[in-house]
């Protein structure tokens, strides 16, 4: 392939087509099939998705390196109130670990510590801080918004994708 989103758009054919191979060996349930990334996305449970991230969506697995800029072009593209939840949930849960708005304001240099009010840059720059030092939080907020996946590319994280893609579309062969 000649980029990594004709990587991508490989991976998403293959598996569109039924070229799909089992994560795990149990039989999946037909209600347990997804159409697509949305349909996962509306259909799945949270700790269903959970699992899932915490599976493939970890520093050991995909380096903060790699992830930073694809987390930068993700968060970017996703809409503006999708990224102020994101925002506002990776708070609230740094915030319960001990965290105060303020010391992540100035520790990572945002702009703002308000949810609300901070740029796809800040969103960004906290988004790689939680993958990196507080990895579960990362994933529990992914379960909870999911959308801004669709828009990771990276060929190492797009396998990690694929794998995903081949849960949510479950037996379809």
Known sequence: ???????KRQIMNDLASGNTESIDDSATQPEK??????DFANRSSR???RQIFKERLHPNQIST???????????????????????RDLLKQLKERGLSDRDIEQRLGLSTRHARRMSADDVS???AF????????????????????KFLSNPIVGAAL????????GGRR
């Open 65 to 87: 390196q790699q992830m930073e800029p694809e987390l930068k072009k993700a968060i970017s593209q996703i809409k503006p109130k999708e990224r102020d939840d994101v925002a």
């Open 130 to 149: 939680t993958y990196h030092n507080h990895p579960d939080i990362f994933q529990d907020v992914l379960a909870d918004q999911p959308a801004m996946l």
């Open 1 to 7: 392939m000649t980029s990594s989103k004709d990587y």
């Open 33 to 38: 099939e997804y159409a697509n990334f949305d």
């Open 47 to 49: 700790d269903e998705r």
């Open 125 to 127: 720059k906290l988004a």
């Open 162 to 169: 694929g794998a995903i893609a081949a849960k949510w579309l």
